[in-house]
């Protein structure tokens, strides 16, 4: 059905006047007439009784009247509904990601996302870094978030900042004392790491100590930075972790800096690089509102990880 039909319906309706109601609608009377006569045509009932001097409504025209302003309210959301998806205020969004990354820039963006698009709906997927990359080919996910980026035409990664790596031991560790701590400090230290053929964090990490003058002796590996955690506190060993996590780690544990400093951990949001979703699209640019510091400081060295996923 042609919505200009119910409109000039509602009019002559409102004004029970053919004449009054052209005039509001812009018309002439002839052309309302006819509009009216095709309208009761395509419903197959009067809506109007007309005499010389009166136009009057009929129980079918009654109930068209009170029921045709939903229609148009109905409309006006598809509409409203419409613009918002197509701004991406509406909509949803699959998001991966590691425990560890839950302090910082992202569970920061996510509030202020929250609060701007609250209807958006969004939910967060923990898993390891490789399944994210699986997950986003596939399109389970929207975009993830992880250390250290993937060599993938079909990804882009968009950096969002650099972290300090520190040293993560028991308060009562013979080198809590120290405030700063020298890589080479740690070379005759037991190791705590993240799964090396998980983890591309775990690598860079490993690589970070053969550039710092040793290899370490990795005497446990596990994939959640939790257990990690919990192990360090345990003594079984030390590890280096991104300075944030700190603000995960339980009681008992202590973060020291290094002195000279190993290369700062980059810190990625990945998505597909042909995704022109509009809810995406809102959620990057959250992002990159809150991100600090995009370029590694002057005269640090960058560790690369090769190989892909």
């Not at 690598?203 to 257990?227: K, S």
């Amino acid at each position: 059905m042609d919505l200009r039909l119910l409109r000039y319906f509602m009019a002559l309706a409102d004004e029970l006047h053919f004449g009054r109601a052209a005039e509001r609608l812009h018309i002439c009377q002839p052309p309302l007439s006819q509009q009216i006569r095709l309208l009761e045509e395509e419903l197959g009932t009067p809506l109007f009784e007309r005499s010389h001097h009166r136009v009057e409504l009929t129980a079918a025209g009654q109930m068209l009247k009170e029921q045709a302003p939903l229609v148009f309210e109905q409309l006006e959301r598809a509409l409203d509904l419409t613009r918002q998806t197509g701004r991406g205020q509406l909509g949803e969004l699959e998001i991966g990601m590691i425990s560890s990354v839950m302090v910082g820039v992202l569970p920061k963006a996510l509030h202020l996302f929250r609060e701007r698009y609250p209807q958006v709906t969004w939910r967060l997927h923990e898993m390891t870094p490789a399944a994210q990359v699986k997950a986003l080919k596939e399109k389970r996910i929207d975009a993830c978030v992880f250390r250290v980026g993937y060599d993938d035409p079909q990804l882009r990664n968009e950096l969002l900042i650099y972290e300090p790596i520190h040293v993560v031991m028991p308060a009562d560790h013979p080198l809590a004392g120290r405030d700063v701590l020298a890589p080479a400090d740690l070379a005759l230290e037991p190791f705590v790491a993240l799964e090396l053929k998980q983890s591309r964090f775990a690598n860079f990490l490993y690589q970070c100590c053969i550039q710092a003058g040793f290899t370490p002796q990795i005497r446990q590996q596990v994939i959640e930075v939790q257990t990690l955690l919990s192990l360090v506190r345990a003594g079984f060993g030390v590890a280096l972790l991104p300075a944030s996590i700190e603000q995960l780690a339980p009681a008992g544990l202590v973060f020291r800096n290094l002195t000279p400093a190993l290369p700062e951990v980059p810190l990625y949001v990945t998505y597909r690089a042909d995704d022109a979703s509009p809810v995406l699209k809102l959620f990057l640019d959250t992002l990159r509102e809150l991100r600090e510091n995009p370029k590694p400081p002057t005269g640090m060295s960058v560790v690369r990880i090769q190989g892909r996923a």
